[in-house]
């Protein structure tokens, strides 16, 4: 089996300047590199991870705690992490917490025994738990997707990466308020999730900026899930005085909303106007296709791998905030015509929160 030593006199070279590329912890000139690259290909040399960490206390592996990794916006969040980890050297470790907090509490005790040298995590509502056990053991942890208060835990903070959530939700509120409509229902997300929370801000901003009143009546719980969003969407849309529009938190509960509109044979947008938080691989196949809030879910998982190799390499920075814009694509479920259809057209519901964030987000 060839050796860092073996590399090194093939390529002619220092061990010192092998061990850089692998590990790349110091600048090399890229035709350096380029020869050890080959001489490592040549030889078939492989590193010994399992001694290097016995070294240097580092296992080059991150944990990643993502529920419902079955959902196409959490799998698009891990490619992003997969490649971001990839890139730099870096394996992962995936588990799904399911999001229940006991649960959630259990597999990230799990991963840090396996000596992960950081984890990402996409919280559940109540991270009591989480947020006691990586606080204790000092663990680098980002949060992605979900925020987490941390104000009250003065000694040990998270850094944090998510999108923009309330304007981009006004802003699809204000297209439908544009369009005529003044019963404008919502069927929101888990309750406790800030992704929750910030999306019926901006639902009731959207309803304020469009001069229309709130009705507690016309906001139902999906509980970011399909079928809890169908029982939802079935319950505002047999209502005496019905929503003529609606607007869903993430792309589970739209499926959920279509399938209760199918069982009551509400067409849209002939019947019922409908936007939906989330853009997703065959949206556009839909008939009328979805006017959707897209994220970008694969950069905020690199945006992820990022601040942790950060906070990894200089411990005591500062813990930031990484907010990611969205974009506005706009179809036709809204009940603008076939003509009007762009995707990819930021509109008027995502100009917003594209204007006040850079394309690497905005950080606080």
Known sequence: MATMVDVAQHAGVSVATVSHVLNNTRAVRPRTRQLVLDAIDALGYTPNTLARSLVTSRTRSIGLAVSAVSNPYFTEILQGVEAGALEHGYSLLIADPHDDPAHERKIVQLLHERRVDGMIVAPSARPD?????????AVPTVFLDRLVDTAENDTFRFDQVCTENSEPMAGLVTHLAGLGHRRIGLVAGLPGLSTTEERITGYRLGLSAAGLPHDEELVAHGDSDAEA?????????????PPTALVTGNNAMTIGALR?????????????????????????LFRPRLTAIAQPSKEIGAQAV???????ASPEHPTRTVRL??????????????SHEGAGDTGSAGSAASQESSEKGSVS
């Open 129 to 137: 738990g989480l947020l006691g056990y990586l606080g204790r053991h």
């Open 229 to 241: 969003a169908r029982r939802a969407t079935h319950g505002l849309l047999t209502r005496s005085n």
């Open 260 to 284: 209760a509109m199918g069982e009551l044979r509400v067409s849209v947008p002939d019947d019922m106007a409908l936007c939906c938080f989330d853009d997703f691989a065959w949206a556009d």
């Open 306 to 312: 990022r601040l942790l190799l950060d906070r990894l």
């Open 325 to 338: 814009p969205c974009a506005f694509v706009h179809r036709s479920s809204c009940g603008c015509p076939e």
